[in-house]
T-cell receptor, first 114, second 115 residues
Framework: SQTIHQWPATLVQPVGSPLSLECTVE??????LYWYRQAAGRGLQLLFY??????ISSEVPQNLSASRPQDRQFILSSKKLLLSDSGFYLC?????????????FGQGTRLTVV | AQSVTQLGSHVSVSEGALVLLRCNYS??????LFWYVQYPNQGLQLLLK??????LVKGINGFEAEFKKSETSFHLTKPSAHMSDAAEYFC?????????????FGKGTMLLVSP
């Protein structure tokens, strides 16, 4: 069966520090991968999605970037965090080659920028 | 572009009462619709999905949703609420973005269950 791992679970970082959140998927090949951010009362905002190694699409221009160095690894990064980067970050995957398919989510990372 | 609107950021029910969480969608093509549940500080778990096979969709934990094209709605219901149902619920619609399938979520509805 497929599983998705996301870490760390919680993170407190000072303003201006770098960020690296990692997500890996097991049990499937070439998954579609997603990074979402969740802010209170605002639902989930799609940040990045990827359909293959090195293929990243950004939904919202901001202080974050994403990379996919391996087939089942997705990394969210920032060179200098802002207070507004605080939130709950969720990684997700979906089956490739299918449209209108559901996404499967990791447990999330609670990021607090202080 | 597809979108969903969830009516009511908070819904309160008593244990044993009917749960009704509302979702309306906007889509230029036949939509694929989803309901997810999120417990505090956890990821999202799929409750059920509509993929045009049947208008009444049954999901996990006793939840079901009915697709009504005439009303552009996909409301989530459960006959009898349990304390364990207290969580945040998200409605989502699938759409194509630059040739790839992505989900667009509503803002969520927090379900509060009182004894």
């Amino acid at each position: 069966s497929q599983t998705i791992h996301q870490w760390p679970a919680t993170l407190v970082q000072p303003v201006g520090s770098p960020l690296s959140l990692e997500c890996t998927v097991e049990g499937t090949s070439n998954p579609n991968l997603y990074w979402y951010r969740q802010a209170a009362g605002r639902g989930l905002q799609l940040l990045f999605y990827s359909v293959g190694i090195g293929q990243i699409s950004s939904e919202v221009p901001q202080n974050l970037s994403a990379s996919r160095p391996q087939d089942r690894q997705f990394i969210l990064s920032s060179k200098k965090l802002l207070l507004s980067d605080s939130g709950f970050y969720l990684c997700a995957w979906s089956v490739p080659g299918f449209v209108n398919t559901e996404a499967f989510f990791g447990q999330g990372t609670r990021l607090t920028v202080v | 572009a597809q979108s969903v609107t969830q009516l009511g950021s908070h819904v309160s029910v008593s244990e044993g009462a009917l749960v009704l969480l509302r979702c309306n969608y906007s889509s230029s093509v036949p939509p694929y619709l989803f309901w997810y549940v999120q417990y505090p500080n956890q990821g999202l778990q799929l409750l059920l999905k509509y993929t045009s096979a049947a208008t009444l969709v049954k999901g996990i934990n006793g939840f079901e949703a009915e697709f009504k094209k005439s009303e552009t709605s996909f409301h989530l219901t459960k006959p009898s609420a349990h304390m364990s149902d207290a969580a945040e619920y998200f409605c989502a619609v699938s759409g194509m973005n630059s040739g790839y399938s992505t989900l667009t979520f509503g803002k969520g509805t927090m379900l509060l269950v009182s004894p």
